[in-house]
DNA sequence: ATGCTTGCAAACGCTTTGCACTCTG
DNA sequence: CAGAGTGCAAAGCGTTTGCAAGCAT
């Protein structure tokens, strides 16, 4: 948790204990929680925070860098604390969002580069089939 | 225009002028437009279209794999006429959303097929940054 | 003729905003 | 203490839905 503060404070934030928490949250599960989640899960802790905080506060981080909003095609955003980018498989089945381990990508963006007339700055790669636990039960 | 028809009676969908028009803009150009895009340019000769029934012919299309969905990170979904698969390249100056040709990604999806417990079906791939006329004057 | 499609308006759900209060640095 | 962050309620906005009328097959 401390190391939480640190960060918050690397990238001139204050720190405040609803930051923490979000952050905490997100930096501590691989579930890629939507706002809404996040709110509900910090209910018990937390429970006179507000969802609008939730929102301001994803916003404030996702500015410094420290969280990446993930569009993988539903109503709402889920969020993922960035550490090094990396691609997200989506099941179609159970809707979960997981890291992908994969090291095929590395150095795709270079290579594009070396191909295309565009600038790649940053990327988002999404791929939707059946995560290990539902593609035998499909 | 004919082909159009033609290519909705084999998904066994009726043929409208409403659907002619939308999967004719989506057909004839590369701007991977927000259903409010469309609607606008449909507004000279469609002037009765409701925006409704733009969302419910996207929906159709989509679901009838005719239209692809992106999910570029902006407040509105952007459509694609789908062809084959192919990533997107989104300039963070202009906003533009344009198709990537490169053929680097080519065998990535059976490359992590390999290296995963991720069973693949689909992939949506954005690459963000500045697109040729912007990276110049950045 | 029948069932799908359209168009309108109202509803919906996620996200944002305004403002007064509170807390961090 | 000043300025930024929080919480509440209300507003905003893209998208969806219900239903009556219209059209494709």
Redo the contacts between chains.
């Keep these: 948790m401390e190391k939480l503060a640190e960060m918050l404070k690397a990238k001139k934030l204050k720190v405040t204990p609803q930051r923490l928490a979000i952050f905490g949250i997100l930096y501590n599960t691989r579930n890629h929680p939507s706002a809404e989640t996040i709110y509900k899960a910090l209910q018990p802790t937390h429970p006179t925070m507000s969802l609008a905080t939730v929102y301001k506060t994803l916003d404030t981080l996702k500015k410094s860098d420290l969280v990446e ?1 993930l ?3 539903e109503d709402s955003f889920r969020y993922d604390a960035t550490i090094s980018p990396h ?1 997200h ?1 989506i099941c ?1 089945k159970c809707n979960s969002v ?1 890291d ?6 590395d150095n ?2 270079s ?2 580069q070396d ?18 636990k539902c ?1 035998t039960s499909k």
């Design positions: 909003e569009n993988v095609g691609p498989a179609l997981e992908l381990d994969t090291k095929v990508l795709i963006t290579e594009i191909e295309t007339d565009f600038d790649i700055i940053s990327e988002k790669l999404y791929f939707y089939g059946y995560c290990k593609k």
